[in-house]
């Protein structure tokens, strides 16, 4: 599937937290059904930094006035990921430090089930993307708050898959 978008720009319509005065961004765990066993893989992104210095992301990035929670979760996920998908009820709220900036962000993270892979997004040339579990993502992500957010999508999806057991 191919898609033509630009990845927006600037922070005029930036959100900030009235909590932390930083950035307010919003993230999500791609996921799929695994093509051989059934089981759940999940979409990781490297980071634009070079090398396994960088580790692997979530899709995540400015939650802006002009969007919802939901709308600014799936904008991420095309832009750096270049997935289209449904996303679900957000797993939680993580406040943390910026590396880059000397700021405290506060970032959400939904679950977003993948409907479509593109085949050319706004950051293909700067991040690769690929299918794992989740406990390899979690391995492999250097954030605290992401693998926080991942813990918490694997433990949905395991109580998901023991409830349907019954």
């Not at 978008?5 to 959100?15: D, N, S």
Request: aromatic letters at 8%.
């Amino acid at each position: 599937m191919a898609a033509v978008m630009v990845a927006r720009q600037g922070r005029e319509l930036q959100r900030y937290s009235d909590s932390t005065g930083g950035r307010i961004v919003v993230g999500c765990v791609p996921y799929r059904a695994g093509a051989i066993d059934g089981e759940v893989e999940v979409l990781v992104i490297s980071s634009q930094k070079k090398g396994p210095a960088g580790g692997v992301l979530i899709p995540k990035g400015g939650w802006e006035l002009d969007e919802s929670m939901d709308e600014a979760a799936r904008r991420e996920a095309a832009e750096e990921a270049g997935v289209l998908g449904e996303t679900g009820p957000a797993l939680g709220r993580w406040c943390y430090r910026s590396r880059s900036y000397d700021a405290t962000y506060e970032g959400f993270v939904l679950p977003l089930r993948v409907t479509a892979e593109l085949d050319r997004w706004p950051e293909m040339g700067a991040r690769r993307r690929e299918w794992v579990s989740p406990a390899e993502a979690i391995a492999r992500c250097h954030h605290a708050w992401m693998r926080e957010a991942l813990q918490r999508f694997a433990d949905t999806v395991q109580a998901s898959s023991a409830r349907s057991a019954l």
